[in-house]
């Protein structure tokens, strides 16, 4: 008899079941089992949850949802060095297949982020995490330190964007920068940019709760949706010139104006949130004669282990993110609880194990 293990599929718009699916199999050479102990409800879950897709990935047939997870090695594969039973790991879910001529190019140039065929957790038609237990590439596992929380481990994966968008701007000590969207990823790059060392994190919203929370864990400055405003307080920050470094969270033509607005000339803006289709419009000629990088991110590549050190340092704490906590079999109802707490509810987490 297969033996079964329960996990939150989403079968269609709307409709997350709590069911039975078979375990996996024994870990492959190189992977090892985790036993799921942690997962975070991202906005593309609730993306697939309320509307069946993202662009062009549809879920086309039942998937599994969750990728921001940790959990403890239940078992090893062969081959298998640097984890044994028991430790406890943060979780990256994108792994390259490494199945094309392409996929080994960008491999071996340090973008596998990059990778065309590169699964996913809960990206259709790969499933997710909210399950008990999952197989996984070992090298994509992360050891947590003691004096790491499971709960810290899962958030290793949103915090992941903002370690990403900090090293790529790059920020640098004393900068001011300037992020746009308070929402998850807004207050991670938040958290990131402090680390790196940025003077002034200065951060905007429409809504006033999440400025709040973004006061509480280290913005220095906040604006409640004023592209002028914004402007102003980052040229009253840097004599004049505006800010170093622009960090677009919101995925709203409004918010791309206003960050380029704010960055000061020679200044990177990095482009996160996506915008619907056919709606932000650029103004080129003001880029070229300000020379303002635009640095769209896809992802994040090597950020965990820079994750495990910020935590472990204390230079990063991700708790006061955490609004809600749910039980697996809570799943539908904490979906629920996300869409109708849209504003207020900043993470989500769910206990597995
Ligand atoms: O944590 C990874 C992650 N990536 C997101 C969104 C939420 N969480 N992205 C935005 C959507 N894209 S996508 O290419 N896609 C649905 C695969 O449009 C991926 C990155
Ligand atoms: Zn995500």
Redesign the pocket.
């Known amino acids: 008899m297969t033996q079964t293990m329960p996990a939150a599929v989403l079968h269609g718009i709307k409709d997350l079941r709590l069911e039975e699916v078979p375990l996996p199999s024994a870990p492959a050479r190189g992977e090892v089992q985790i036993h799921i102990a942690k997962v975070g409800i991202?906005?593309?879950d609730v993306h697939y949850y309320e509307h069946g897709r993202?662009?062009d990935?549809i879920v086309e047939s039942p998937m599994v949802l969750g990728?921001?997870c940790s959990g403890v090695v239940s078992h090893v594969g062969e081959g298998v060095s640097h984890l044994k039973e028991g430790d406890r790991v943060a979780i990256e879910p994108g792994v390259p297949r490494l199945s094309n001529a392409l996929s080994h190019y960008y491999m071996k140039r340090g973008q596998y982020n990059l990778c065309p065929d590169i699964f996913f957790f809960a990206?259709p038609p790969d499933h997710g995490s909210f399950c008990s237990f999952v197989n996984h590439r070992a090298d994509f596992c992360f050891k947590l330190p003691e004096n790491v929380t499971l709960e810290e481990g899962a958030m290793i994966?949103?915090l992941s964007?903002g370690i990403y968008a900090a090293r790529v701007a790059p920020v640098r000590m004393g900068d001011t920068v300037v992020i746009t969207g308070a929402g998850p990823i807004g207050l991670m790059n938040l958290l990131a940019c402090r680390a790196a060392g940025a003077a002034n994190v200065v951060i905007s919203d429409m809504v006033a709760s999440r400025l709040e929370v973004a006061k509480h864990i280290g913005a220095t400055q906040v604006v409640q949706g004023n592209a002028d405003e914004l402007k102003a307080i980052a040229r009253e920050l840097t004599d004049g010139r505006g800010a170093d470094v622009c960090i677009e969270c919101a995925g709203h033509p409004s918010a791309l104006d206003a960050a380029i607005g704010a960055a000061r000339p020679g200044a990177t803006v990095v482009l996160i949130g996506?915008p619907p289709n056919d709606t932000a419009t650029i103004n080129i000629n003001d880029l070229i004669v300000r020379e303002i990088t635009l640095r769209p991110i896809?992802?994040y590549n090597n950020t965990f282990p820079t994750g495990v050190e910020l935590l472990a340092s204390g230079k990063v704490d991700v708790k006061p993110l955490i609004s809600r906590r749910f039980e697996l079999s809570e799943v539908p109802q904490a979906f629920e609880y996300v869409l109708d707490n849209r504003e207020t509810c900043v993470k989500a987490i769910v206990n597995v194990d």
Do not use: A, K, V
């Open positions: 991202c906005g593309s993202i662009g990935f990728h921001e990206t994966e949103p964007t996506m896809f992802r």
